[in-house]
């Protein structure tokens, strides 16, 4: 680690170096394609060296609008932001609602229909469908180029997904929370650094398996930019990324934690080397790379109050 290295948030040193990024599988990563350090001051995950902010924006508007493969019930993060939100502004009127990353407005659709519909996205096929199937008025590409005019003008701001694209997560909670109005509710999900997994895995989550994934948060961020930008944190609900049945999260469970085994070495040998030969684990053997813990509790749905 270069002696020069600092916080990209709080410029803080001593930052922690938690090892190499997970490559995607069948993939050779070196150095160069990051690692993983955890600030000790503000506790933000940060990929060190990450990508150029133009070559960023360009991976960005060539997304796909290819809809995600399960229901919205089963995206833990919507169903729980729409219960919430749906709660909160029960009796209010001309509500008004800004999903930043909005894909094809496929969150904004499940809401209630007299609800003012807003997103922001940079991918063009996706603004398209947005625009014309859900009638998401678009009102920019990204956060941190919107028009001052909208300061102020929303009740609720949601973030699903995106915190962990930003360089200065930081600076994209601040902007976001200047565009609810007073009393407004800014809803955010992420992955969870704090989770078990991430525990047990490390910079070999499969989180980081994405080069686009350039920062993990979790509650002591959070309440490090509460504190910073005078928000107040109303709620941090640990959830799966997708629901499923137990059997699901089980196997999920099993693989993660045989793979972190794997890459411990030690005492951990004698169970790795069980683990496989237990009834229906003969799988495990197979694995190639670290697994996908989509049903597990890894990520988190928080809300701020302006
Ligand atoms: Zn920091």
Same mark, same amino acid.
């Given at each position: ?93 001309? &509500?008004?609602?800004? %999903?930043?990353?909005? /894909?094809?407005?496929?969150?904004? *659709? !499940? #809401?209630? $229909? ?42 609720? &701001?949601?973030?699903? %997904?995106?915190?962990? /694209?930003?360089?200065?997560?930081? *600076? !994209? #909670?601040? $902007? ?46 959070? %309440? ?83």
């Amino acid at each position: 680690m270069p002696e020069e290295m600092r916080c990209r948030v709080c410029a803080s040193a001593g930052l922690v170096d938690m090892g190499p990024c997970a490559a995607p599988a069948g993939a050779q990563w070196t150095d160069a394609d990051g690692r993983l350090f955890r600030c000790p001051e503000c506790a933000l995950g940060q990929r060190h060296p990450i990508p150029s902010e133009q070559a960023l924006i360009a991976m960005y508007r060539e997304t796909s609008d290819e809809e995600m493969a399960y229901p919205y019930e089963d995206n833990a993060a919507w169903s729980l932001a729409r219960a919430l939100l749906r709660g909160r502004f029960a009796h209010h009127t001309g &509500v008004a609602v800004l %999903d930043i990353g909005c /894909h094809t407005g496929a969150f904004l *659709a !499940g #809401l209630p $229909a007299e609800w003012n519909r807003h997103g922001i996205e940079s991918a063009r096929g996706p603004m398209n469908i947005a625009r014309e199937q859900h009638g998401v008025i678009l009102i920019g590409e990204r956060i941190e180029t919107i028009e001052q005019g909208w300061a102020g003008k929303f009740d609720a &701001v949601t973030m699903f %997904d995106v915190v962990e /694209h930003l360089p200065d997560p930081s *600076a !994209g #909670l601040a $902007a976001a929370a200047r565009l609810l109005k007073p009393g407004g509710t800014l809803m955010i999900s992420s992955s969870d650094l704090d989770a078990w997994t991430w525990r047990w895995l490390g910079s070999g989550h499969w989180y980081l398996q994405t080069p686009q994934h350039l920062s993990v948060i979790s509650k002591k961020f959070l %309440d490090y930019v509460a504190r910073r930008e005078s928000l107040k944190m109303s709620d941090f609900h640990a959830i799966p990324h997708r629901r499923a049945d137990i059997a699901t999260r089980y196997g999920e469970a099993i693989r993660a934690f045989y793979w972190g085994m794997r890459s411990r070495g030690g005492i951990w040998r004698i169970p790795h080397r069980v683990l496989p030969s237990l009834p229906g684990l003969g799988h495990l053997r197979h694995m190639q790379s670290v697994p996908w813990t989509m049903t597990l509790k890894d990520h988190f749905l928080a809300s701020y109050h302006r």
